[in-house]
Each structure stands twice: as C-alpha cells, then as structure tokens.
C-alpha cells in the first residue's frame, strides 16, 4: 500500500532540496529562501551527523516535510531498530539501503508498520536506494557487480518492491525503466537533477528537471545548484517552470 497517496504527492512541489551541508542555522536559513517552491527538504549524513534529530525537528517547525536520507545498511535487527528510533521524527520519507538485502528490508518495513500503528505515529514512507548516481559502470565492476548500471538498478527495485518497501530513489536516466518495472504503487524520487546548462559536479548520471519528471518521477532532488545559487529562489522557481510545473 503506497503511503504517499498520489492525491497527497499533487498538493506538494515535486521538487527537494537537499540540504547537504554542516552548519545547521545556514541549512535553515537556505531552505526558507525557497519556501516558495519547495515543501520537502533533504536531510542527510553531513547534517544528521552534527545536529541529529534537531536537525529534523527545527526543520519540521519550520514548516517544511523531511526527506531523511540517511542509507541504512546493516542487519535486519540493526537496521528494523534504527527506523523505529526515527520514527518519532516523523519525516516524511527516510531511506535504506537495498544490497542490505530483502530479510533487512522486510524486517524493517514490518516494524515500522506495526510501531507506528501501535503508538499513532505517522509511518514514513521507507525508501529504497539502489545504485549511486556517482557511480558509473566502471565503479560497479571495481566492486564485483557484473551486471550494468541499468540492469542492477531494476534487480534491486525489484527486489525492494517485493520486500514492502514504499518507492525508490532512482538517477534520472533509469527512472523509466525503474517506473516500469514497478508500477505506479512506488514513490520515485530522482536525484542527480540539473537544471539546463549547470555543472554536473560529481554526478554521473543526470538530466534535467523536465526529462526526470517527465520520466515518471515524483520528486527530484537539487542540491549545488540551488544551496550555491546566488538567487537560491529564482533558481528554484526556474527548475519548476524549466519541468513545466
């Protein structure tokens, strides 16, 4: 059952940004120049790592819903208590690992489900990652990956769609295929989005906001172009207008 509702998914700005820094009052500070045109902000390693769940908690009270990215991997019991320790966070979305493999997967979903449902906590929608958008072909076979880029990401997807996980994040240039493979019931969201004509930075595989929109994702992620913008909100309307939004 698809937590975030489509319905719901409409109200929103498809677009997120990611708040990729360590300085929390800054993160802040950058997210409510783009309140305008963004509802949903990515909390990662670098902050989480800092400020822990203050980090989550003042940008909730600011108004904005939480995308927490922070990749759990490890073993189901490990990882099945580290989402129920963040569910009293409540963020909207939090992500996991898919190579942890589909016992962790199906564990943690399971007890997300069911503490959230026994306390009346809202349950996030747990998010699937599957291979890194900083790496490419190259990158997979140096880690004994046989398969290409194209071809592990759908397995994992897959793999995640069967385990009860809620949507994936998916690169841009996958993001069809991953749509096709698992239906309309999985949340989408697609980093590696760069607005028409700015730098790729360290992201192998991207593509604008309309091309990753228009490819069957729900939300897109930007980070540099917007946090080094220096009209962060232009910037931000101009990725919404640039996707046809």
Not at 81 to 93: D, F, N, R, T
Request: net charge negative.
């Amino acid at each position: 059952m698809r937590l975030l509702k489509p319905e719901a998914i409409s109200k929103m700005s498809p677009l997120i940004m990611a708040l990729d820094m360590d300085d929390l009052d800054a993160a802040r500070g950058a997210a409510e120049l783009v309140a305008g045109s963004v509802d949903v902000v990515k909390v990662g390693l670098q902050l989480f790592a800092r400020y822990g769940p203050e980090a989550v908690r003042s940008l909730r009270s600011d108004g904005f819903e939480v995308f927490l990215d922070l990749k759990f991997s490890d073993i189901p019991n490990t990882v099945s208590s580290a989402c129920l320790s963040v569910c009293a966070l409540e963020p909207l979305m939090m992500t996991l690992h898919t190579m942890g493999g589909q016992e962790m997967m199906r564990s943690a979903s399971a007890a997300v489900r069911d503490h959230c449902s026994d306390t009346g906590t809202r349950s996030p929608a747990l998010i699937g990652v599957t291979v890194l958008t900083s790496i490419d072909l190259l990158a997979l076979k140096k880690i004994g990956v046989t398969y290409s880029v194209d071809e592990e990401v759908i397995r994992l997807a897959t793999l995640a769609a069967d385990s009860g996980l809620d949507g994936l994040v998916a690169s841009p240039l996958e993001v069809t295929p991953v749509r096709n493979a698992v239906g309309d019931d999985m949340v989408l969201i697609t980093p590696g989005v760069r607005p028409a004509g700015a730098s790729v930075d360290d992201q192998k595989r991207v593509a604008t906001p309309g091309e990753a929109l228009g490819g069957g994702a729900d939300f897109i992620v930007v980070g540099r172009p917007l946090t080094r913008a220096d009209d962060p909100a232009e910037v931000a309307k101009g990725i919404l207008e640039e996707a046809g939004i």
